[in-house]
Each structure stands twice: as C-alpha cells, then as structure tokens.
C-alpha cells in the first residue's frame, strides 16, 4: 500500500519525465511549459540554456520554425547520436556516439530523480513506465545503481522480467520498485 508515500514515477520512452507524488498528489515534475522541457528524449532536447538558442540564431541565422523543427525533431537522443532516437537501436550500436546519448539519458534521468527526492525529503517508491522504463532492464539497471544512495536496490534476476506490473526490488530495501505498464 502506498497511500501517504513518496513515489517517483518514470515515464522513460520517445517522451520522457518524471513526477514527485506524496499522498497521491503531484508536488513536482520534470515538465515544464511544452514538452520540450525536462529529460532528453528521442528527438526533443529536454532542459537547455537559453543562451543556446541566442547561439543558434546569432551564428546560425536560425528563425523561430527552424529553430523549433530543431529542438522538437531533431535533438535528444537522435541528435546526440546521429543515428536513432530509438533506445533499442542504441544500445545495439558499438557507435561512441550511441554510447553517449545513453549515457546522457541515464545522466539526465538519475540527476532529475535526485532532485525530486530532494522535493520529497526522500522516496518510498520508484515506479518505471512507458516504452524504455517497461522494456529496457539494462537502462532500469543503469538508473537503479546510480541512485543507490535512495535506498534503491534492484534484483538482478526480477528486473529480467516482462509483463504489465512486476517489482524489480529486492524484498528487504527501503524504497520499493516496480514496472507498471502506461495507462
């Protein structure tokens, strides 16, 4: 039972973001305005200077529409790859630069967890959804090991799991994690 919990859920996919609940409620998340804000996702950039977009169109010449053709279309993990915005496609390539858009993500997902931890004066739980947060046990494992510190503590063999709603924590750790197919 999780009423009167602090809980994180992790919406990792094309679209990703993260959202604070305590008792049920939204306290914070990592959205902003558009869905431009926030994590790095398939092709949308997440959190930028907005010194970079004066870069852009003092040096580039880049107007409004090519700019948001940029920032919607053309970033997050396909523009740091080069290659795909698709995870899957990722994590199969031996490209450096597929590497580092994981590495980004994972960096991206761990630093905002920590921040709403922070917001919540801790975590009971930690829910993975959506497309990468479902599917994609060596990005949950990446993610997990990096914030230990919570109390996060996954079982190696429970995070090999496929299905709508399995946990991934050991039985004995504080924060309990789980895999809850999008609805």
Same mark, same amino acid.
């Given at each position: ?7 994180? !859920? ?29 994590? !790095? ?13 004066? $870069?852009?169109?003092?040096? $580039?010449?880049?107007?409004a529409r090519a700019l948001e053709k940029l920032l919607y279309y053309q970033s997050g ?29 994972? $960096?991206? !997902?761990v630093r905002e967890l920590g921040s709403l931890a922070a917001a919540l004066g801790g ?29 996060v503590v996954i079982d190696g063999v429970a995070n090999q799991q496929q299905g709508s ?8 750790? !504080? ?9």
């Open positions: 039972n999780l009423a009167g919990a602090r809980v994180i !859920v992790a919406h990792l996919g094309s679209g990703a973001s993260l959202c604070a609940l305590k008792d049920g409620q939204s306290i914070a998340t990592t959205m902003g305005f558009s869905p431009l804000d926030g994590l !790095v996702m398939g092709t949308r950039c997440g959190s930028i200077d907005p010194g970079v977009l004066l $870069y852009l169109m003092d040096h $580039y010449q880049m107007d993990l396909l523009g740091v790859s080069g290659i795909s915005s698709d995870m899957v496609t990722l994590l199969a390539s031996r490209e450096t630069s597929s590497n580092e858009a994981v590495e980004l993500f994972v $960096y991206r !997902v975590i009971d739980a930690l829910i993975f959804t959506g497309g990468i947060g479902e599917n994609s046990a060596i990005i949950r494992e990446r993610i997990c090991d990096q914030i230990a510190w919570l109390g709603c399995f946990r991934i924590s050991k039985l004995e750790t !504080v924060v309990s994690t789980c895999v809850v197919k999008t609805n």
